[in-house]
Structure formats: C-alpha cells, structure tokens
C-alpha cells in the first residue's frame, strides 16, 4: 500500500520560514519522481516544484522561484520543501505527490500526470 504522509505545515507570520517534509512508503522511492502542489480555498490546485528520482532535475513555479526549494534524501524515503520568505498569498494547503516510470532526470509540473497523492498539509502565512 502507497503512503504519502505530509507533516510540518503551521502558522507562521510573513516573512518566516517553514519546512515541509513528505514521507512515502509502499514503493520504490529511490525511483519515483516527487512533486508539490498547493490548493488555495476557492482555487485550483497549482504545481509548486518538483524533483527527479535523482534529484539531479528541479524545476519551480515562477511564484516560489528564489524563495522554496525542493530536495529529498532517498535514504529516508523523504522529500521536503524548504520554505523561505513566506508571503499570505502561499497560504494554502500542501500536497506531495509520487510519479513512476520517469528517467533519472525526469520530473512532472501537471497534476493529472502524477499517481500518488498525500492528504495535505495546512499552511497559513499571516500578514
């Protein structure tokens, strides 16, 4: 059984940081393409970052380039996403998600092409 288990979203002021991680398990990490989206109340879900199963390729919405940064460590079946200089607008609640059967440099920015979801985590950046 897939298990994408998100944690350490919050409350935080503009201007602060916050570190999601993405814990998976019940497939082959070290092979799987990772990515993050966000879903605003009211708002489609929209592509953050994402990473090849390498870790070689990233690749960034223009919104959060500069600011997050994606990486993962294959060791512990676990991605993150480092985030700085949080602005009200990334309020949202965060997903990861899994992808098969890309390349070592291959890395998704569609939703629709990814086959495993989390279940979210909340993140509120006050003003």
């Known amino acids: 059984q897939v298990q994408l288990v998100e944690s350490g979203g919050g409350l935080v002021q503009a201007g602060g940081s916050l570190r999601l991680s993405c814990a998976v398990s019940?497939?082959?990490?070290?092979?799987?393409?990772m990515g993050w989206f966000r879903q605003a109340p009211g708002k489609d879900r929209d592509f953050v970052a994402a990473?090849?199963?390498?870790?070689?390729?990233?690749s960034y919405a223009d919104s959060v380039k500069g600011r997050f940064t994606i990486s993962r460590d294959n060791a512990k079946n676990t991605v993150y996403l480092q985030m700085n200089s949080l602005k009200p607008e990334d309020t949202a609640v965060y997903y990861c998600?899994?992808?098969?059967?890309?390349?070592?440099?291959?890395?998704?920015?569609?939703?629709?092409?990814?086959?495993?979801w989390g279940q979210g985590t909340q993140v509120t950046v006050s003003s």
């Open positions: 990473i090849s199963w390498s870790g070689s390729s990233t």
């Open positions: 019940g497939l082959t990490f070290s092979r799987t393409a």
């Open positions: 998600a899994a992808a098969l059967g890309l390349d070592s440099g291959g890395y998704l920015t569609g939703q629709y092409e990814y086959d495993y």
